[in-house]
């Protein structure tokens, strides 16, 4: 909590991660939501009786233990468009048995992490072209080049032995 010139600066933090925020200006409530939360209470109920807290979809799976589903399901839902310059590469690698239990990001590069606690990133794939990706390997050479296809099997292959359990 932060006092900010009246009103009172709230984050809820869980292994980690921001797991919501709010900001009111009475303290009893400030009050009763950090014991509330301190004591586990959900986000769903905490927010319901204290309508100044908010939280993401995202913010919502962690505590239900379903954040790598969960932006599995926003990735295929931002790259819906036919010209998404990731589609072919996230569609088929969130059907692979092996990658979709990974945690998935999407930015200038698509990006697989042991889970959604982590931070690191196992392997970052970007596009070198339309319908060719490349991941580039630590001399800035390239390690590998391929279609989306050719790009899913290599990443099994290469992450096999780290699948998070």
Known sequence: MIDNDGSYLLS?????????????????HVADAARRWVEGSGLEDLAADHPFIKFSGLQLAYERGTAAEYQWS???????????????LVLLA???????????RLGHRFALSVDEYSDGILVAVFVRRPGRFVIFGDDDGVEFEGDAAQMVDYLVARLLDQVPR
């Open 12 to 28: 809820f933090n869980w292994k980690g991660r921001q797991q919501a925020h709010g900001q009111t200006s009475d303290i009893s």
């Open 74 to 88: 926003a990735l295929l839902a931002s790259v819906e468009e036919e010209d998404h310059i990731f589609r072919d």
């Open 94 to 104: 969130s059907r692979d048995s092996v990658l979709n239990r990974f945690f998935p």
